[in-house]
Each structure stands twice: as structure tokens, then as C-alpha cells.
């Protein structure tokens, strides 16, 4: 029988917060599968005497310290690259792991993980159930009923029809990774290493790169707490990533570069690549629709993506790009038509019968 072994990595990035990630850290401490490398990348430029001023049990763990801030505040995603190249390059484990220093996982995780990668072994990705957690509440929210197809996903399925379902948006929560990234096999991982974090630490994206050379696990027990909290690093990156189109630069990387993996690893590569584009162009379309609506005050039932005070990005005092999100509505007409239509039927809906609406991007 092939040992399964793990290397999971913490990335601690923007504030020190030890009341939180000393429960990311107690998670890979208990975790009940002991084949586990813990790695903890310090990628917030704080010198390592306050990383252990935490008083966190660190016995055993791998350190990996960056002296300076690896946040880039014009590239959403640059809090993962330099801490995940850095983890991927000193793990051990046959299967790879990350996540922040704000979530943590159910203590049977890896244990549940390992299960089912004996089971199944040309399986290359895995994935357990996520729920919020609130930690200043402590409260958790489950999956909500709504999205019961995480519940219904089968056990092991091919990586190519999750990548399908999910940028099909036929299956809008059918989400390969909300929060987390999956479980990956290493060595592929360092097959695409290059650019496996240059799109970004979270996978919606760069998940693509492995999951399409073989199948893909589920548990829907092994449960994973994906935090919330006041002051995350991540709502104040969100304003100027899409209100001066950050984002527009970040799609065209992700199709090139996922065509260009397709490219090489797929028979057949024309299918996806054009999965890819569709997806990306309808998010794009969605993105700066929300934009341009805060802008002309259209009112939150126009809007279907949840921005954290947006106008904020006032402040640095650059003026509404209208010219670069005017392109990007002229580049994909029918995108357009297609999601003024649904944003108009959802009001109307929500008007007439005051009940929330599904917001996803089909």
C-alpha cells in the first residue's frame, strides 16, 4: 500500500491576530493522521520574535520567514505567491496543502483525506465540506440548503468534469474551492509551480492546472472552517482590485495561462479553453457591472457580487475609470444583454416577492 503523506502550510500575512491562529495552528497540532509536515510561512514582514511572542506550540514545524511584506496591494493575490512557492519548495508530502492563518480544519481531516486517497489513487485533488466560522461570534454556518450539491457531489469524479461543472455555472455552488486550497498532489504542483501561483493562492483559478490530470475527491465530513472576522486584510484589497479594474489584468492572465496548461496536458484542450473564456468573461461582465451600478447609484438589488464599502477606494483620490469598464462591456455584448437581464429579473423578483435572490454568475 503507497503511504499517503501530507505537508500543510500556514500562511500568516498583514496583522499578527494570536487568538485566531493559534486555532489554525491547534488544528494541524491534533490533527488524528500523524504522516503531516506542518510548515508556517511568515509572510507579514514581522520579525519572527513576534510570530513566537504568540506563545503557539511550534515544536517540529517548519519556519519559513520573509523579512518584508509580501503583499502587493496592486495584485489582489500576491499575499500567497512568494509564502506558497516558498512552502512548495520545502515540502516533503506526496500531497500539498495551504491555508491562512484565519481558518482551520476539523481534526479528522487529513485522516479522512488519506482515506480516500487509498481508495481512489489516480485521485490528485481532494477536498473536504467548508462551513464559516465567525470567530468573534464562535458561531458556524453550514453549506446552506441551497447548496446541497456539495452534499450530493459524488465521491471521487474526474477533474475535468468538476472544472466543467464549475465554469459551466450550471452548478453555481458546485465551488471547487471556497476559501481553501484543495489538496494536491505535489509533484504536479511543482509541474506547474511557475504558475500555479502567479493567478493567485485560491484556486478557482489555478486549481485548473492540476485537477484536469486526474480524478478529484470528496468527503462532505471532512469539514473545513473557513474564518470570518472583523478587519480581514482581504476587504480593503477588494475596493481597488475592481474599482480601477485590477481584475481585468488578473482574467487575462488566468485564460492564458490555463490554455497554455491545457495546451499541454489535455488531449483535447480546445473544450476547456473555451470553458475558460466563457467563464471569465461573464464574471467580467458581472464585476464591472457592479461597479459601474455603485457609481450611478442603481441601488443593491441592481448589484449581484457583495462589495465591503467600496467607495472607500475614493479615498486615494483617482478618478472612476469609466473608459477601461466601458471596453470591457463592449468587448462582450452578449455577456452584457445576458446579465442585465438576470439583474433586472432578481429586482423585480425581489420586489414583487421580498425574498432574497441567488447571487451567481449563470
Same mark, same amino acid.
Given at each position: 500500500?503507497? /503511504?499517503?503523506?501530507?505537508?500543510?502550510?500556514?500562511?500568516?500575512?498583514?496583522?499578527?491576530?494570536?487568538?485566531?491562529?493559534?486555532?489554525? +495552528?491547534?488544528?494541524?497540532?491534533?490533527?488524528?493522521?500523524?504522516?503531516?509536515?506542518?510548515?508556517?510561512?511568515?509572510?507579514?514582514?514581522?520579525?519572527?520574535?513576534?510570530?513566537?511572542?504568540?506563545?503557539?506550540?511550534?515544536?517540529?514545524?517548519?519556519? +519559513?520567514?520573509?523579512?518584508?511584506?509580501?503583499?502587493?496591494?496592486?495584485?489582489?493575490?500576491?499575499?500567497?505567491?512568494?509564502?506558497?512557492?516558498?512552502?512548495?519548495?520545502?515540502?516533503?508530502?506526496?500531497?500539498?496543502?495551504?491555508?491562512?492563518?484565519?481558518?482551520?480544519?476539523?481534526?479528522?481531516?487529513?485522516?479522512?483525506?488519506?482515506?480516500?486517497?487509498?481508495?481512489?489513487? &489516480?485521485?490528485?485533488?481532494?477536498?473536504?465540506?467548508?462551513?464559516?466560522?465567525?470567530?468573534?461570534?464562535?458561531?458556524?454556518? &453550514?453549506?446552506?440548503?441551497?447548496?446541497?450539491?456539495?452534499?450530493?457531489?459524488?465521491?471521487?469524479?474526474?477533474?475535468?468534469?468538476?472544472?466543467?461543472? &464549475?465554469?459551466?455555472?450550471?452548478?453555481?455552488?458546485?465551488?471547487?474551492?471556497?476559501?481553501?486550497?484543495?489538496?494536491?498532489?505535489? /509533484?504536479?504542483?511543482? /509541474?506547474?509551480?511557475?504558475?500555479?501561483?502567479?493567478?493567485?493562492?485560491?484556486?478557482?483559478?489555478?486549481?485548473?492546472? +492540476?485537477?484536469?490530470?486526474?480524478?478529484? +475527491?470528496? !468527503?462532505?465530513?471532512?469539514?473545513?472552517?473557513?474564518?470570518? &472576522?472583523?478587519?480581514?486584510?482581504?476587504?480593503?484589497?477588494?475596493?481597488?482590485?475592481?474599482?480601477?479594474?485590477?481584475?481585468?489584468?488578473?482574467?487575462?492572465?488566468?485564460?492564458?495561462?490555463?490554455?497554455?496548461?491545457?495546451? %499541454?496536458?489535455?488531449?483535447?484542450?480546445?473544450?476547456?479553453?473555451?470553458?475558460?473564456?466563457?467563464?471569465?468573461?461573464?464574471?467580467?461582465?458581472?464585476?464591472?457591472?457592479?461597479?459601474?451600478?455603485?457609481?450611478?447609484?442603481?441601488?443593491? %438589488?441592481?448589484? %449581484?457580487?457583495?462589495?465591503?464599502?467600496?467607495?472607500?477606494?475614493?479615498?486615494?483620490?483617482?478618478?472612476?475609470?469609466?473608459?477601461?469598464?466601458?471596453?470591457?462591456?463592449? #468587448?462582450?455584448?452578449?455577456?452584457?444583454?445576458?446579465?442585465?437581464?438576470?439583474?433586472? %429579473? !432578481?429586482?423585480?423578483?425581489?420586489? #414583487?416577492?421580498?425574498?432574497?435572490?441567488?447571487?451567481?454568475? /449563470?
Amino acid at each position: 500500500m503507497v /503511504d499517503i503523506t501530507f505537508s500543510a502550510a500556514i500562511f500568516i500575512g498583514g496583522p499578527t491576530r494570536p487568538e485566531i491562529t493559534s486555532k489554525s +495552528v491547534t488544528s494541524l497540532n491534533n490533527q488524528t493522521y500523524s504522516s503531516l509536515q506542518k510548515i508556517l510561512v511568515n509572510g507579514s514582514g514581522y520579525s519572527l520574535s513576534i510570530i513566537n511572542s504568540l506563545g503557539l506550540n511550534l515544536a517540529g514545524w517548519e519556519i +519559513v520567514n520573509f523579512p518584508v511584506d509580501t503583499f502587493v496591494r496592486s495584485e489582489v493575490f500576491s499575499l500567497h505567491r512568494w509564502p506558497g512557492q516558498a512552502a512548495l519548495r520545502i515540502s516533503t508530502g506526496n500531497f500539498f496543502f495551504t491555508m491562512n492563518d484565519d481558518d482551520f480544519l476539523e481534526l479528522d481531516f487529513f485522516e479522512r483525506m488519506a482515506i480516500l486517497f487509498r481508495k481512489y489513487p &489516480h485521485a490528485v485533488t481532494g477536498i473536504g465540506l467548508p462551513a464559516s466560522y465567525f470567530h468573534e461570534s464562535k458561531q458556524i454556518v &453550514h453549506r446552506k440548503s441551497r447548496e446541497n450539491d456539495w452534499r450530493t457531489r459524488p465521491e471521487c469524479e474526474s477533474g475535468l468534469d468538476l472544472i466543467k461543472k &464549475h465554469l459551466s455555472g450550471k452548478y453555481p455552488f458546485y465551488n471547487p474551492n471556497p476559501g481553501f486550497q484543495f489538496v494536491s498532489k505535489t /509533484d504536479l504542483v511543482r /509541474d506547474v509551480a511557475d504558475t500555479f501561483f502567479s493567478t493567485g493562492g485560491f484556486p478557482e483559478d489555478s486549481f485548473v492546472q +492540476v485537477a484536469m490530470r486526474g480524478d478529484t +475527491v470528496f !468527503d462532505k465530513d471532512a469539514i473545513m472552517y473557513w474564518g470570518r &472576522h472583523k478587519g480581514q486584510e482581504h476587504f480593503d484589497k477588494t475596493y481597488d482590485h475592481y474599482w480601477y479594474g485590477i481584475y481585468r489584468r488578473m482574467f487575462d492572465t488566468y485564460i492564458n495561462v490555463n490554455s497554455e496548461i491545457a495546451s %499541454r496536458f489535455l488531449l483535447n484542450p480546445a473544450e476547456l479553453q473555451k470553458y475558460l473564456k466563457n467563464y471569465h468573461r461573464k464574471y467580467l461582465v458581472s464585476i464591472t457591472l457592479d461597479c459601474i451600478s455603485l457609481q450611478l447609484h442603481l441601488g443593491a %438589488r441592481f448589484r %449581484r457580487t457583495k462589495f465591503y464599502n467600496p467607495y472607500a477606494a475614493k479615498s486615494s483620490g483617482m478618478k472612476f475609470p469609466w473608459i477601461l469598464h466601458l471596453s470591457s462591456l463592449l #468587448r462582450n455584448p452578449l455577456f452584457v444583454i445576458q446579465n442585465i437581464y438576470l439583474r433586472l %429579473r !432578481d429586482s423585480i423578483n425581489y420586489t #414583487r416577492y421580498g425574498t432574497a435572490v441567488s447571487r451567481n454568475f /449563470d
